[in-house]
């Protein structure tokens, strides 16, 4: 069996609640599509929706790793004799 290390980060419920701005954001999102009939309107939000989330998605991945090596690298200790 291999080495490997384990590092784990503790997160707090409060981490992942949305802010008032992220609440209006979805209910105006919502009722604009909602209130459109046109199916191309719709194919396109969809399609615009799905390419924002992938991009947000890509930067808190990459922020995440970011974080994750700076705190690993401030939890690891180095001991040379």
Do not use: C, W
């Not at 009722?31 to 998605?57: C, G, N, P, W």
């Amino acid at each position: 069996m291999s080495n490997f290390e384990l590092i784990e980060f503790a997160f707090d419920p409060d981490d992942f609640s949305l802010g008032l701005e992220d609440e209006f954001q979805i209910t105006r999102l919502t009722k604009e599509i909602e209130s459109t009939e046109d199916v191309q309107s719709l194919q396109q939000a969809a399609v615009k929706l799905l390419t924002l989330a992938v991009h947000r998605q890509a930067i808190i991945r990459s922020l995440v790793r970011r974080l994750a090596n700076l705190e690993a690298g401030a939890i690891r200790t180095l001991y040379t004799e």
